[in-house]
């Protein structure tokens, strides 16, 4: 079967080109070939490809070509052909997938809502990858909604995990929480989760460009631009949360705060930097933040169905809110084709893309 798929630069996310790709057929016995319908592309898989090579991301979906990679996506398929017992041709699976038309996968641990991809070079990755989800037995999944789930499920379960670590840590001693790449959905998303959980003032920093649309979301108690950061109270003890990754605005928020800041979270990479980062920065050193370390430990303790429903209550108000009529945070805008995902993931790279927007592409037909 002839396929398709869109590399990526592994040095630079906004270099990407189609590629075809035979699928041998049939599947073999416990393998499952699926057709990846509709995905969500996001600055969530700049961050993916920007730390491809650090976390492990290119391993999922191997290219085999030196210096190319498949950026994962999160998002909706179709069973095509199934040899897993248990699971039937046309099964509609939620799960991360590569950019691309088709992915087979080995089931495993098939239960009646969800099955793990078995296949030997994911079996050392962070499993929580390497679930998928079936969607008639999620009750969080509406065929109508899937657009502003394929964007939010993902950010959300991020955000929620880190607001979650620092309301486990009592906020390590803070009394202000300040994030960076406000606008971005997985940020908001993270204040709404921290404002929900109290304890802390939440602060973002965004571009002058950005100031009105994250004003407007009223999702934080204070807004400052990158270059009133000085405003900020550098008396009150600190947390922060970086998804930004600009070294430079990471470092005058630390020479700013000083020994007043408790955390140093680093989580995204919308305005990646490289070079000489972070040395000898006064406060709490940088430090990466796995959002699939917290889910695990949460999972641990409280079972992964009591995880799964925490989540999934806190996302469907949160989505009821992004996604109101009248003053909606997210405008989901529909796309067709792996040529405009191609297109899109360079503008994504590049930072042209409207924070207001959330952006699926329906990858193939619904018909082979």
Not at 69 to 83: C, E, N
Not at 99 to 119: E, I, K, P, Y
Not at 177 to 184: D, F, M
């Amino acid at each position: 079967m002839q396929a398709q798929r869109i590399l990526t630069h592994t040095a630079d996310p906004s270099v990407n080109r189609i590629d075809g790709f035979e699928i041998a057929e049939p599947v073999a016995a416990g393998e499952v070939l699926l057709a990846v319908r509709r995905v969500a592309l996001t600055t969530n898989n700049i961050t993916y490809a920007l730390f491809g090579e650090r976390m492990q991301y290119w391993q999922f979906f191997p290219s085999g070509e030196a210096g190319w990679g498949i950026v994962p996506v999160w998002g909706f398929a179709d069973v095509l052909a199934s040899r897993a017992e248990g699971l039937r041709e046309g099964e509609r699976i939620y799960g991360y997938w590569p950019l691309a038309t088709h992915l087979r996968v080995q089931a495993a641990q098939v239960s009646r809502g969800r099955f793990v991809d078995a296949v030997p070079h994911r079996a050392e990755l962070p499993p929580i990858y390497n679930q998928y989800l079936r969607c008639a037995a999620d009750p969080t999944y509406r065929e109508h909604d899937e657009g502003a789930l394929a964007i939010v499920k993902p950010l959300f379960t991020t955000a929620w995990l880190l607001a979650d670590f620092f309301h486990e840590q009592h906020w390590c001693g803070a009394r202000q929480l300040v994030i960076s790449s406000a606008s971005s959905k997985t940020a908001y998303a993270t204040a709404w989760c921290a404002r929900q959980l109290g304890g802390v003032q939440v602060v973002g920093l965004t571009s002058p460009a950005n100031l009105g649309f994250v004003r407007a979301l009223g999702c934080y108690d204070r807004v400052l631009t990158y270059d009133t950061l000085a405003q900020l109270d550098a008396a009150l003890p600190t947390v922060f949360a970086d998804y930004s990754g600009n070294a430079g605005q990471r470092a005058r928020l630390h020479h700013h705060v000083g020994a007043n800041l408790m955390r140093s979270a680093v989580i995204g990479a919308t305005q990646f930097s490289t070079g000489a980062r972070d040395s000898g920065l006064p406060g709490a050193k940088p430090t990466f933040f796995f959002a699939p370390e917290q889910g695990r430990r949460r999972a641990e303790a409280w079972g992964g169905a009591e995880l799964q429903r925490r989540v999934g209550e806190s996302q469907g108000a949160f989505l009821q809110r992004a996604l109101d009529p009248v003053a909606p945070w997210l405008q989901i805008e529909s796309h067709e084709g792996l040529a405009v995902a191609q297109s899109l993931l360079a503008r994504l790279a590049r930072g042209e893309v409207d924070p207001r927007g959330g952006h699926v592409v329906d990858i193939g037909s619904t018909h082979e």
